[in-house]
């Protein structure tokens, strides 16, 4: 066995729960995880070779082939493309000597394709070497490049181009938070610490009973009742997690990433919070890869937490209570943000979702009992704890109380996170943004639902219009079946593969859709797409399934006259499907499961 492939299994305890933790050192050591290495980790971690492939081979961001020097993931998300990535893409081929999905022949430049990495107000976006590249040009493209072949390391690329705009210079990108609306709670004044040495005169009964009153409601997009989440985790005996989801894989949504940047030590206050509420031990955010770069300042975060007795033994003097966070990285599956999914990736496995119930809440991380917030539900109970519930509850709905963090991208003047009251309308978002001429809106990313001018009056709340953040604004002269066809591709490429609807529907209904985009469609063609996309609904297991379809009905019932404008009548192509095909395309897509 290598020294230093032993060295990292024993850095975990050879513990095969801390797999993906194993599997990042050493390709971060490696380049690549070879066959060998996989039969090292295996035999040392006492699993078989097919638990390490499985894990492996499901993520994007691994690979069992070297990758290139420098390693390139251009953005493909609708944003991206809608900012120009075709030209930026071809831009990257034609200097490096290669095209995307290979490295080039010195070894140096390899090129692949991701999707959203949570930059959709700097579009487009790569990653390069774990380290984010916003606003790329053709001419950017060419400079970089150039700077690489002459010897230039990727950290030696940002000091040149001066970096970002960040709260923390430990933040080592070119990323600049464009936080254009602060409110009364995220990003309101906020000193550390102050509001978690209240848990010395609040019991745990005491703080569930105070978020209960608070009305808050989950901000990942479910909306269930936070402080009814936490009481019951406390009915099932046992030790019990505090799991934060900051996976962040909606297309469109990029609030976490400002969060995460600016308000650090509310997220781990958050999450201590929940830790004193259910009595947990440990919490752990669960962080996706794409933002690796925030690593070093988390952890100097939790670092200087220790250091003045905010986490680890008797937490703020609170004698008996010890509890500590650790970051656990995802390695790029959008079906993480499910939250049995993300439980099953902490846990060293395939990110696919666990049957239900029982519930997290119930069986969760390791089979115990396990609280799941959003990184945006738990900055909240650090503000409900220091202000009180009828505080909160003042700003608002009837129904959904406190403020929300909006990501607006697209067709906008100001790109860029929003803080607002609950209850505003679509309009009010899209003025306050300096959207003009616009002839739709994506809410809650692909996974929510398009909506055309003649719903702009609704509000934004769990009693009308629910989401989990994401507002991506499409102007007019954009093309609708363009966008979904976006989605859609997503969608195949991001499924787990458990179900069998999600894994060969969405690519039925995507090549139906690009078959009407060909102008080969008819009238029949509509109502397939229809009645197979209600099927999603009700045929999949988690989420991400089932509204899978969502892209194609939403456009369907509220812009028909755009498909109606392909489909040429009275011609009937062959509508006919190949099963056989579609197997066959889904099975390969990122080889999340075996081949048909």
């Not at 940047?261 to 009595?279: D, H």
Request: hydrophobic fraction near 35%.
């Amino acid at each position: 066995m290598s020294s230093h492939i032993q060295n990292i299994i024993e850095k975990y305890g050879k513990d095969a729960t801390r797999l993906m933790d194993i599997l990042h050192e050493a390709q971060a050591k490696e380049g690549f995880i070879s066959d060998e290495v996989v039969k090292e980790i295996a035999s040392q971690l006492n699993i078989s070779k097919v638990d390490v492939e499985q894990t492996l081979t499901f993520y994007h961001f691994f690979s069992k082939k070297p990758l290139g020097k420098y390693t390139i993931y251009l953005n493909n998300s609708l944003v991206s493309h809608m900012m120009g990535r075709e030209e930026v893409a071809h831009a990257f081929e034609k200097v490096t000597g290669t095209k995307f999905g290979s490295v080039s022949e010195d070894g140096q430049f390899g090129l692949y394709n991701t999707s959203c990495i949570g930059m959709n107000d700097q579009e487009p976006a790569a990653i390069i070497n774990g380290i984010v590249f916003p606003k790329m040009t053709t001419y950017r493209v060419k400079e970089i490049i150039k700077a690489f072949r002459a010897g230039e390391s990727v950290t030696d690329m940002i000091n040149s181009l001066g970096g970002g705009h960040n709260q923390s210079d430990l933040v080592h990108s070119m990323v600049t938070n464009n936080l254009n609306r602060r409110g009364a709670v995220i990003f309101s004044e906020f000193t550390p610490g102050d509001t978690l040495k209240k848990i010395n005169s609040i019991s745990p009964k005491e703080l569930i009973d105070e978020v209960k009153k608070s009305n808050l409601r989950g901000r990942g997009g479910a909306g269930f009742p936070t402080g009814l989440k936490w009481d019951f985790c406390t009915k099932t005996p046992g030790e019990r997690y505090v799991l934060c989801n900051a996976d962040e894989g909606e297309p469109g949504t990029f609030k976490d990433r400002v969060i995460l940047t600016e308000r650090p030590e509310m997220v781990f206050e958050g999450m201590t919070l929940a830790g004193y509420a259910i009595g947990a031990k440990l919490g752990i955010l669960y962080l996706r890869e794409e933002y690796r770069y925030l690593e070093k300042q988390l952890e100097t975060v939790l670092l200087g937490m220790r250091g003045k007795g905010l986490l680890g033994r008797n937490i703020a003097g609170k004698e008996g209570f010890d509890y500590d966070i650790r970051i656990q990285f995802g390695a790029g599956a959008y079906v993480c943000g499910e939250e049995s999914a993300l439980i099953e990736s902490c846990e060293g496995k395939r990110g696919e979702p666990r049957n239900r119930p029982p519930f997290p809440v119930q069986v969760g991380y390791l089979d115990k009992p396990t609280v799941i917030n959003n990184v945006e539900s738990l900055c909240s109970v650090v503000k409900i704890l220091e202000k009180g519930a009828e505080w909160y509850k003042s700003m608002g709905t009837k129904e959904t109380s406190g403020t929300k963090l909006l990501s607006i991208s697209g067709d906008v003047r100001y790109p860029g996170v929003f803080e607002v009251e609950w209850g505003i309308t679509v309009q009010e978002a899209l003025e306050m943004s300096g959207a003009m001429n616009v002839k739709a809106v994506q809410v809650g990313g692909p996974s929510g639902r398009l909506i055309g001018p003649n719903e702009f009056h609704r509000t934004i709340c769990y009693e009308d219009l629910p989401t989990g953040g994401a507002f991506i604004v499409i102007g007019e002269g954009r093309k609708i079946l363009d966008v979904v066809k976006n989605f859609m591709d997503f969608f195949i490429d991001e499924s787990c593969g458990s179900c069998a609807p999600c894994r060969y529907l969405t690519v039925i209904l995507r090549n139906k859709l690009n078959k009407i985009m060909e102008g080969k469609g008819v009238a029949s063609d509509l109502d397939d797409l229809v009645n197979w996309g209600k099927q999603m609904k009700v045929a999949n297991r988690c989420g991400l399934g089932q509204s899978a379809a969502n892209p194609i009905l939403s456009s369907i019932e509220n812009f028909r006259y755009e498909y109606e404008a392909k489909i040429e009548k009275g011609k009937d192509f062959d509508t006919r499907f190949d099963l056989n095909k579609a197997i066959q395309e889904s099975s390969r897509a990122v080889g999340r499961f075996p081949e048909a």
